[in-house]
């Protein structure tokens, strides 16, 4: 069975396999910062928060928003916990006082260090295993499913 929109040499089986695949890496991606999170009472939206204010110091809650791509409503309660748990610490913008720009506290700074350095040592790991190309595909594949205006620019 060969879906119409797939080139002729990649069929609906091979679609599956990669699928399974995909979903047993990002099981294993992310099971270690799962584990680690959930000893704090935190979960996996918590890890996304982090990462964004990690890899942007000083983003407000707007660019937040656009980068995980959810509501307001959606994130307040996990940021309000982060921030609570002083992991996250807020700031007024110079330009406008009602703008919060998110930075990680110490305490978050090394939380998501911690986090940072299960899944860097997971894909090091993995393209060291592959291809000298493999990170720059692998790199250009998600950039195309992500498929937001935003996530080629993060």
């Known amino acids: 069975m060969t ?3 797939m080139p002729d040499n990649y069929n609906a089986t091979e679609v599956r396999q990669t699928m399974a695949a995909f979903f047993h890496a990002y099981q294993a991606f992310t099971a270690k910062p799962d584990q680690m999170l959930a000893k704090r009472g935190l979960a996996r939206v918590h ?3 982090l990462f ?3 890899y942007q110091p000083g983003l407000n809650v707007g660019e937040l928003l656009q980068a995980l791509g959810v509501s307001k409503q959606a994130i ?3 940021l309000r916990r ?3 748990d002083g992991l996250i610490e807020t700031h007024s913008a110079s330009h406008d006082r009602r703008v919060k720009l998110l930075q990680l506290s110490p305490a978050g ?3 998501e260090q911690a986090l940072f350095q299960e899944q860097q040592h997971l894909l090091t790991q993995a393209f060291k295993q592959l291809d000298p190309q493999a990170s720059a595909h692998w790199l250009a594949l998600n950039q195309t499913l992500a498929g937001r205006e935003g996530a080629a620019s993060i």
Request: proline share 6%; aromatic share 6%.
């Open 52 to 54: 964004f204010v990690a």
């Open 3 to 5: 879906d119409v929109n």
């Open 47 to 49: 890890h996304r928060i």
């Open 82 to 84: 982060l921030i609570t």
């Open 76 to 78: 307040n309660l996990p």
């Open 109 to 111: 700074l090394a939380l």
